[in-house]
T-cell receptor
Framework: DVKVTQSSRYLVKRTGEKVFLECVQD?????MFWYRQDPGLGLRLIYF???????EKGDIPEGYSVSREKKERFSLILESASTNQTSMYLC??????????FGSGTRLTVV | KQEVTQIPAALSVPEGENLVLNCSFT??????LQWFRQDPGKGLTSLLL?????REQTSGRLNASLDKSSGRSTLYIAASQPGDSATYLC???????????FGRGTSLIVHP
C-alpha cells in the first residue's frame, strides 16, 4: 500500500515563526498536494507539484511556499506564521490522474 | 467550474440500517470519482475510486455507483455498524488540470 507520511501530528508555533511541514511518499508518485481543512470551508488546495522542482499555486497560496527537491518529499513552508493559519494541513500524493492517497494530517496551532 | 454537493450533510441512524450517501456534480466531463472516509482529527482514507468508464465499484459492505449523465454518485453502505461513524467525502476531478473538487462531506453517526 502507498504510504504518505506527515512528520508531525500536532504542532504549536508562535506568531512570526517560520514553520516547515514535511510530507514523504514511498511510491514514486509524480504528483503531490498540500491542502488545509477548516470547519465550514472544506478542503482548500494550497499548492501542488507535478514533478521535482515544479510547483503550481492552488486556490489559497498566500502566506505559503513549497519545496520539492526530491520526488518523494514535498514541504510546505509558512514564511511567517499567523493565527489565521491555525488549521489541519493534509498532504496527498497521486500517480498520474488516478486516485489520491492522503497522509494522516498535521494539526497546526499558531499562538 | 465544477461544483460538488453532498446530501445529506449529516445522518444519524441505528446500527444495521442500509444507507445511501449522495454526491452530485455539475460538470459531467469527469475522469473519475473517489470516495473517502475521514475520522475526527485524522486524514482522508480512500474507500473507492470509480473511473469515468465504470458504473460501479464494490469493496466489502460498500458499493459506489456513478451516473455521469445525471451528474450523480451514490455510496451505499450495507448493514451499518458503529465503526462506520465518520465523515464521508467525494472528490471529482474534471477539466484540464485533473485537480478534484471536494464535496463538504456527509457526517455519519451509527448508534448501537
Amino acid at each position: 500500500d502507498v504510504k504518505v507520511t506527515q512528520s508531525s501530528r500536532y504542532l504549536v508555533k508562535r506568531t512570526g515563526e517560520k514553520v516547515f511541514l514535511e510530507c514523504v511518499q514511498d511510491m514514486d508518485h509524480e504528483n503531490m498536494f498540500w491542502y488545509r481543512q477548516d470547519p465550514g470551508l472544506g478542503l482548500r488546495l494550497i499548492y501542488f507539484s507535478y514533478d521535482v522542482k515544479m510547483k503550481e499555486k492552488g486556490d489559497i497560496p498566500e502566506g505559503y511556499s513549497v519545496s520539492r527537491e526530491k520526488k518523494e518529499r514535498f514541504s510546505l513552508i509558512l514564511e511567517s506564521a499567523s493565527t489565521n493559519q491555525t488549521s489541519m494541513y493534509l498532504c496527498a500524493s497521486r500517480p498520474g490522474t488516478l486516485g489520491y492517497t492522503f497522509g494522516s494530517g498535521t494539526r497546526l496551532t499558531v499562538v | 467550474k465544477q461544483e460538488v454537493t453532498q446530501i445529506p450533510a449529516a445522518l444519524s441512524v441505528p446500527e444495521g440500517e442500509n444507507l445511501v450517501l449522495n454526491c452530485s456534480f455539475t460538470d459531467s466531463a469527469i475522469y473519475n470519482l473517489q470516495w473517502f472516509r475521514q475520522d475526527p482529527g485524522k486524514g482522508l482514507t480512500s474507500l473507492l475510486l470509480i473511473q469515468s468508464s465504470q458504473r460501479e465499484q464494490t469493496s466489502g459492505r460498500l458499493n459506489a455507483s456513478l451516473d455521469k449523465s445525471s451528474g450523480r454518485s451514490t455510496l451505499y453502505i450495507a448493514a451499518s455498524q458503529p465503526g462506520d461513524s465518520a465523515t464521508y467525502l467525494c472528490a471529482v476531478p474534471s477539466g484540464g488540470s485533473y485537480i478534484p473538487t471536494f464535496g463538504r462531506g456527509t457526517s455519519l453517526i451509527v448508534h448501537p
